[in-house]
């Protein structure tokens, strides 16, 4: 399948190379961190009708991850995080 040859063309090389960046890795661990913040524990309809003033924010569209995303972007913009913005 392409999917076994795509995988089966990356080398160890390739690999060092893309897990050595630290920004790769930063946002590998950010994404799973921020990952379903302040979710509902419902699916993207049911919350659009649960909280109509976020669905609006986000046009229906992904809301409970673009809400995920904005509440953990904020927090990272927060003056506590100064040296990691800076770094």
């Not at 100064?82 to 770094?87: G, K, V, W």
């Amino acid at each position: 399948t392409n999917a076994s040859k795509l995988i089966n063309s990356i080398t160890d090389d390739e690999i060092r190379r893309r897990t050595s960046d630290p920004l790769t890795n930063f946002a590998v661990v950010f994404s799973a961190l921020i990952h379903d913040v302040d979710h509902a524990g419902v699916t993207n309809s049911c919350l659009a009708k649960l909280k109509p003033r976020i669905a609006s924010m986000y046009r229906n569209k992904s809301v409970a991850e673009q809400n995920s995303v904005d509440l953990a972007w904020n927090l990272l913009m927060d003056s506590d995080f100064a040296d990691l913005q800076r770094a």
